[in-house]
């Protein structure tokens, strides 16, 4: 049986087994810190087989940099062992939501999600710091000092000699925002689909870096836009009132974005049934409003790619209408699979391809004067929370708005800066006015709240609580709402479902791995220590911990249903319906294989420790052989 590795991959690897496919003559070996023969890359000769001229090491190019850039790239690409544990207590709805609340470290979280929501999220917004004059940086109240920062970003090594210095008095303050933006981005742009957006909420200070390193992340083809927001009646400055901040937006890849925001119903006619490669697209009628009489040359027969028969503007329909386009036009059209059939195809009149990306309507404008301000998410809060607990939150009305542009039923929204979750609130309240199924997934740290603070005193010991607590307050409220609305309708109204509403979340914090540091390394394991290592997962781990750290690890998502079943006197989870069945008990009863074989599971994960022996570990593989050959079997 295979063994899981429960960690997040190593990039490094995975982007050198690219290189190899494009460029396999680039490829070395290495010994690594334990004298291992490794892969690895030529750097010089890939430098030149990237260059149309002798590559040199000259290292002035037009790039932007700073101290510990190189630091942060390593940082994105090396894996983690940490891992998301489930707290029931703090969720709403825990076994129906699709919504996900985390608390932790956004980077170590993007790190952790990374496998399970690869090309998975439609939109990112983001919040972040905006470095107006504080050391750095993360957390509002968080500062690194001086010796930390030059160990941190290798100003010194070891031996406390010098390395390399930035000599702009105000150079440390902008690298460490630069540093901790870089490798955030870096990693959230893999969690994006190919037609996926990040929007970032920034201010003046950092907006010109922060445009270079999305240039770079992302590719500066890709910039979609900046937006200038009103947010204030204005900040005083010499001579100006700045009433506005930016939102800098991004694609993953800008030719996969509509060229308009759509509405959820225009976007529900966007598919891809033949996989095209140029992405959703919608059927518009071959024909024209002209009739024969006005347009005789549009009047001709084209070829049924399936039967071979003529085909003419009339055989499928009593009309007197022509095709759209001259028989050239026609011809070229079917070269570019343009011209679609239907599936089968057979007693399916023609249909012109529409693709997403080209879709024509009214653009968004590019200055928000009435998306909401300041004051008013700050209004909107204090009400609902009843008290004064979170220093100037985004406004429900600007987040709706941003999220109306390019997010739709069942798309994902990521925000790792969550905040006071105005993003969550602003998901659900959408969700109630049209009926959608949209998805949050928020992040943020359990950053203390100060003593002396009024959410401190009321109870909120760190900002995600007020989080938290905002989302469970909000959804009960569009709930009732909604509910109401539905008593109140007219005559032809329709009702929205308010059962379907999802107001739920679950919550889930990081932590260190489940198993303990011999898991990883085996090899540390000597006889003395034997005792302590009966099971390699650490002792207060539950089975809630260990099924959610194996659906990560499978890649699988955290909003998949889960049912838990005793089987035979042992505890099985099932993770929908057949994507994953674990067991983790520590005597499994042989007879529960029949049961979970009859699921034909795509996976099977036991505790190792869980089988008396090999020999019943071989004859559970050879079962599942015989009753289900394509369960892929794994243990922990």
Excluded at 32 to 48: C, N, R, V
Excluded at 524 to 537: A, H, M, R, T, V
Excluded at 593 to 598: C, E, G, L
Aim: proline fraction near 4%.
């Amino acid at each position: 049986m295979e063994k899981l590795k429960m960690k997040t991959p190593d990039l490094t690897d995975k982007n050198i087994e690219q290189i190899a496919t494009l460029f396999p003559h680039v490829m070395t070996e290495i010994k690594d810190e334990h004298g291992t023969i490794k892969k690895a890359i030529d750097f010089d000769l890939l430098k030149q087989s990237l260059s149309g001229v002798l590559a040199d090491d000259d290292d002035e190019r037009y790039r932007l940099d700073w101290p510990g850039k190189k630091a942060s790239l390593l940082k994105a690409n090396i894996p983690i062992s940490k891992t998301l544990r489930p707290c029931r207590e703090e969720s709403v709805d825990f076994d129906t939501t699709e919504n996900l609340y985390i608390e932790g470290d956004n980077f170590e979280v993007l790190k952790i999600l990374q496998e399970s929501y690869l090309g998975k999220i439609k939109m990112i917004y983001i919040d972040p710091p905006y470095n107006t004059g504080k050391d750095f940086i993360y957390r509002d109240n968080f500062r690194v000092g001086k010796n930390e920062y030059e160990e941190e970003i290798g100003a010194v090594d070891e031996d406390g000699d010098k390395l390399f210095k930035n000599t702009d008095s105000n150079g440390r303050f902008h690298s460490d925002w630069l540093s901790m933006m870089y490798e955030r981005l870096i990693v959230a742009r893999d969690l994006l689909r190919d037609d996926g957006v990040i929007f970032i909420s920034i201010d003046d200070n950092e907006v010109h870096n922060l445009r270079k390193i999305c240039d770079e992340v992302f590719g500066e083809d890709n910039i979609v836009g900046n937006i200038a927001w009103k947010k204030t009646s204005g900040d005083n400055k010499p001579c100006f009132a700045f009433t506005h901040d930016n939102i800098l937006i991004f694609g993953k890849n800008t030719n996969q974005i509509p060229r308009v925001a759509l509405t959820p119903k225009q976007y529900k006619q966007y598919k891809n049934p033949d996989n095209d490669y140029r992405g959703d697209w919608a059927e518009t009628d071959y024909r024209s409003k002209w009739s024969k009489d006005e347009r005789k040359n549009l009047y001709y027969g084209i070829t049924h790619p399936l039967t071979g028969e003529k085909i003419y503007p009339d055989t499928f329909s009593n009309t007197n209408r022509v095709w759209a386009c001259a028989e050239e036009t026609h011809l070229k059209n079917v070269k570019d699979n343009l011209v679609w059939w239907g599936i089968g195809g057979k007693n399916n009149e023609p249909k012109k391809k529409r693709f997403l990306s080209k879709h024509k309507g009214a653009n968004t404008r590019s200055v928000w004067l009435h998306a909401g301000m300041n004051d008013e998410g700050g209004q909107e809060l204090k009400k609902l929370l009843e008290g004064d607990f979170f220093d100037n939150p985004k406004p429900i009305k600007l987040l709706k708005r941003i999220e109306m542009i390019m997010l739709y039923d069942d798309d994902i929204i990521l925000d790792f800066f969550a905040g006071s979750s105005t993003t969550a609130h602003a998901v659900m309240q959408l969700n109630a006015e049209d009926n959608g199924n949209r998805k949050f997934i928020m992040v943020q740290l359990p950053e203390k709240t100060d003593e002396k603070s009024e959410a401190h005193k009321a109870g909120y010991k760190t900002i995600a609580e007020i989080g938290k607590e905002r989302i469970r307050r909000a959804g009960k409220k569009i709930k009732e709402e909604l509910e109401k609305k539905n008593r109140q309708l007219k005559l032809g109204e329709d009702p929205v479902d308010s059962d379907k509403l999802d107001i739920g979340f679950r919550v889930y914090k990081t932590d260190d791995s489940n198993m303990k540091d011999i898991y990883y390394h085996p090899e540390k394991l000597d006889q003395l220590s034997l005792p302590g290592f009966e099971s390699n997962i650490k002792e207060d781990r539950t089975p809630d911990d260990l099924i959610t750290q194996v659906i990560l690890n499978l890649g699988l998502t955290l909003d998949l249903p889960i049912e838990t079943k005793k089987i035979f006197g042992n505890t099985v989870f099932i993770v929908q319906t057949n994507a994953l069945v674990a067991c983790f008990d520590e005597n499994i009863n042989l007879k529960i294989v029949d049961d979970i074989a009859a699921l034909k599971p795509f996976k099977v994960v036991f505790k190792d420790a869980g089988f008396a022996d090999d020999k019943d570990r071989i004859n559970v593989e050879e079962q599942f052989k015989g009753l289900s050959p394509e369960t892929v079997i794994t243990v922990i």
